[in-house]
Nanobody, 113 residues
């Protein structure tokens, strides 16, 4: 059974940084990523990284967020810099293996103005 354990969320002021981590049990995930969901809004992709290291980002976070992956630890990170109040959301880790998707429980990120 695949489990994703997220950590690193919290309350920060605008302009500050946070680093999210997600450790996955098991191995051979073809891609891992982060999504977020703000109150009253749909869940959206923030960033994704493949096993080969290719990355994609939402336009709203390009230049501010960086996704990285430690394959040996089955861990994906999201470095979030220059945070804005509109980045406030629950951030969910996602991992894909054999065409099946798995989700973490979510971690709250709150950015005050």
């Amino acid at each position: 059974q695949v489990q994703l354990v997220e950590s690193g969320g919290g309350l920060v002021q605008a302009g500050e940084s946070l680093r999210l981590s997600c450790e996955a049990s098991g191995s051979e995930f073809s891609s891992m990523g982060w999504h977020r969901q703000a109150p009253g809004k749909q869940r959206e992709l923030v960033a994704r990284i493949t096993s080969g290291g290719s990355t994609i980002y939402a336009d709203s976070v390009k230049g501010r967020f960086t996704i990285s992956r430690d394959g040996a630890k089955n861990t994906v990170y999201l470095q979030m810099n220059s945070l804005k109040p509109e980045d406030t959301a629950v951030y969910y880790c996602n991992a894909i293996r054999n065409w099946a998707g798995y989700w973490g429980q979510g971690t709250q990120v709150t950015v005050s103005s």
